[in-house]
């Protein structure tokens, strides 16, 4: 059953992106209690649905801030929890209690504490574990995770030259952009909100290691192996990020970390830019230190290539990347000429050179090399998933075929994620229905479909990169793993009449 912690948490990712409500509103609902008061009686609304009435508590302090959008907080209340089980909302009530603590009273950033919610309030001193531009990051001890997790905490030094608006905004679209990602080699994040009007938060994973420049020079010389893995996972993340139409911008050895497991995690989205739908990116470049970047140079799609490769020759040769770089100390390591060649290509002086993204360069080192077997996708995760004691009735003579298949991955399953972006599950159950002629599925009621969004993404993001040829294969496959677990019903209604 939905459950009012499910709803608040859902509440919280529509509230803050929208201009309705105001920053306040948001913080003061991060800090409030919600709970159903369920009724045995139907709505008039739709027929066979029980009434839920929500609840929110709050501070006394803060309750008449939110009272100030209760009709907008009931519409989406109303239409978030939609149909997630028997119940409709309809009635929406808040009320002040005294062991809530007050948001508008409060300071949420002292020198001493940094309070994000009742529950988690941060040691400055003892817990501060990096600054920056920034400003500063801290480990706490998640307890419902049971692991250490970060939070980078906006406070920008002085030295900053952007207006701290722009910064601020900077700030939050990095919180937006990293739960919008899900890959092993980018620095995951779980939740990012305001600390009043001045200052915000980012939650995310805690990440024990070295920057990649450190490694190197306490590491090198490096085995074979090693440099073929860090080069291939720091290719493939940076191949997802611009399979999402992003550009990283801010390419460097602080933002790229190795881990005590020896794996790579990318950092730092404060400047990354969407080509698409950024139309309204107000940050200064001239904040961005062109650590990698041709002097005169526009930055493109090619121009991150070029810093990509600065990554890649310094994994390969053990020697920091600056103009007076020497191609040549490629040869001197034992990898892969495929790799080493692939680093040339990326740092040829001119841009048409190079290849076009790191989506190219990848598909460039993976071709005919061992790292190809190593980065492929197998449909045997997705056919566990459908395997999962479900069954799916489709009207008879209608079921799924390849053109269906096709447009359910390259549409319907696309959408899904996308519409998921502040969420780390996608339910299955949801996915399914959006094939056509589906009119039931039957499944064990002690099975849960809310499924870890990675598993739909990684599929995703694989298919779109295959040649035509592969796709139509990959497509085959897909259908067949759901007409496994399919049957044509000839349901009473469309039987005839005798």
Not at 38 to 56: A, C, H, P
Request: glycine content about 4%; overall charge negative; hydrophobic content about 35%.
């Amino acid at each position: 059953m939905y459950s009012a912690d499910d709803l608040k948490q859902d509440i919280l990712a529509n509230v803050k992106g929208d201009n309705t409500f105001s920053p306040l509103c948001f913080q003061i609902l991060q800090h409030t209690q919600f709970r159903f008061n369920d009724s045995s009686s139907y709505t008039r609304i739709q027929w066979n649905t029980y009434q839920r009435n929500l609840v929110i508590f709050c501070a006394s302090e803060d309750k008449k801030e939110l009272e100030k959008y209760k009709q907008n907080l009931y519409s989406l209340c109303y239409s978030v929890h939609g149909t997630q089980d028997d119940y409709i909302i309809t009635s929406l009530e808040i009320i002040a209690k005294s062991d809530i603590t007050p948001v508008s009273s409060q300071s949420l950033l002292t020198d001493e504490e940094i309070i994000i919610s009742n529950t988690v309030k941060i040691d400055r001193t003892n817990n501060n574990i990096g600054n920056g531009g920034f400003g500063e990051v801290y480990q706490y001890y998640d307890e419902n995770k049971e692991e250490l997790v970060a939070y980078k905490i906006y406070q920008p030094s002085v030295f900053q030259t952007s207006e701290p608006e722009i910064m601020k905004k900077r700030f939050l679209r990095e919180g937006k952009k990293l739960l919008s990602y899900a890959h092993p080699h980018i620095v995951r994040a779980y939740d990012y909100g305001f600390l009043g009007d001045e200052s915000a938060y980012i939650k995310m994973e805690f990440i024990s290691g070295n920057r990649l420049s450190d490694f190197i020079i306490e590491k090198f010389p490096l085995e074979k192996s090693l440099i073929e893995k860090l080069c291939m996972q720091y290719v493939d993340a940076m191949a997802y990020i611009h399979s999402k139409t992003d550009l990283h911008r801010d390419i460097s050895y602080s933002n790229v970390m190795v881990t005590s497991n020896n794996d790579i995690k990318i950092l730092d989205f404060g400047f990354a830019k969407n080509l698409n739908d950024d139309t309204n990116y107000d940050t200064s470049y001239n904040d961005i230190q062109r650590k990698f970047v041709l002097p005169r140079e526009q930055y493109t799609s090619y121009t991150e290539v070029y810093c990509i490769g600065a990554i890649l020759y310094t994994i390969i040769t053990g020697k920091l990347f600056d103009n007076t770089f020497d191609i040549n100390n490629l040869e001197t390591s034992n990898c892969n000429d495929k790799l080493k060649e692939g680093t040339r290509i990326c740092l040829s002086e001119k841009a048409e050179q190079r290849f076009k993204n790191a989506q190219e360069l990848k598909n460039y080192l993976v071709t005919n090399t061992c790292e190809k077997k190593e980065n492929f996708y197998s449909l045997d995760s997705f056919r566990d998933i459908i395997k999962r004691g479900i069954e799916l009735h489709f009207s008879f003579g209608n079921l799924p075929t390849n053109d269906i298949i096709k447009k359910w991955i390259e549409v319907d399953l696309k959408d899904i994620i996308e519409s998921s972006t502040f969420q780390s599950t996608i339910n299955l159950l949801t996915l399914l229905f959006r094939l056509p002629h589906l009119k039931k599925v039957t499944y064990q009621k002690n099975l849960t479909f809310d499924l870890d969004k990675s598993l739909f993404i990684s599929m995703y993001d694989f298919y779109i990169i295959l040649p035509d040829s592969m796709k139509l294969l990959f497509i085959k496959n897909v259908c067949l793993i759901i007409k496994e677990k399919s049957q044509a019903d000839q349901l009473e209604e469309e039987l005839p009449f005798n």
